[in-house]
């Protein structure tokens, strides 16, 4: 089973609303990763969990906020954010085995637009 | 630094006729290489990857590329199209930072299969 699963799948929200986007896997994977991708473009890394703890925060505005409660769950919490954050935000995960061969597996994404 | 380039932003294909979406990469060594998928609204599904272990890849829904050094390319093939294969496609490049991996993206290739 290679299931990354993210709810919602879409989300309407107001600049002043607090939401949070949740992600869930149970391959046992060690990493979690949260993406931020526009229309026609690729995928922009936003964040990286490794054993639960933030690795990597590519300089994400503060209005998002990452927490991972546990090896299998990821959230993304979202304040005040701007209409220019209307994206596909994705989740990830790999094994974390180390090495360049680390898989990652997407979930399908959660469309957010703000208004 | 590793960087991957997709030299057709756009491929257009009859249906029964053969796919080839190129890539070159560059790395100072030698590196982990993915193809991933992505329909319309969807996340992205691994199609294929690349560890140094055979230099011709089969993936899933009869794909295949072919890692050539002395070309640094990967680029994707099919024997014969589908309309189902209608996609954006990326290569990508995967390099370890120690705790986690994290990939580089080209900017996509979007594949188009008329009938």
């Known amino acids: 089973d290679t299931e990354v699963t993210q709810t919602p799948k879409h989300l309407v929200m107001g600049m002043t609303n607090k939401k949070s986007l949740k992600c869930e896997q149970h391959?046992?994977?060690?990493?979690m990763y949260w993406y931020k991708q526009k229309a026609k473009k690729p995928p922009e890394l936003m964040f990286v969990?490794?054993?639960?703890?933030?690795?990597i925060n590519e300089s994400v505005p503060s209005r998002f906020s990452p927490e991972c409660p546990n090896s299998s769950l990821l959230n993304l919490h979202l304040h005040a954010l701007q209409p220019e954050d209307s994206a596909l935000y994705l989740c990830?995960?790999?094994?974390?085995?180390?090495?360049?061969?680390?898989?990652?597996?997407f979930g399908p994404g959660t469309r957010l637009t703000v208004l | 630094a590793q960087s991957v380039t997709q030299l057709d932003s756009h491929v257009s294909v009859s249906e029964g006729t053969p796919v080839l979406l190129r890539c070159n990469y560059s790395s100072s060594y030698s590196p982990s290489l993915f193809w991933y998928v992505q329909h319309p609204n969807k996340g992205l599904q691994l199609l294929l990857k690349?560890?140094?272990?055979?230099?011709l890849v089969k993936g899933i829904n009869g794909f295949e590329a072919e890692f050539k050094k002395s070309e640094t390319s990967f680029h994707l093939t099919k024997p014969s199209a589908h309309m189902s294969d209608a996609a954006e496609y990326f290569c990508?490049?995967?390099?370890?930072?120690?705790?986690?991996?994290?990939?580089?993206f080209g900017t996509g290739t979007r594949l188009q299969v008329t009938l």
């Open positions: 969990y490794s054993y639960e703890k933030l690795s």
């Open positions: 690349y560890t140094s272990a055979a230099t």
């Open positions: 391959m046992g994977h060690r990493a």
């Open positions: 990830a995960s790999s094994p974390n085995w180390g090495g360049d061969t680390d898989t990652q597996y």
């Open positions: 990508v490049v995967s390099a370890n930072t120690g705790t986690a991996s994290k990939l580089t």
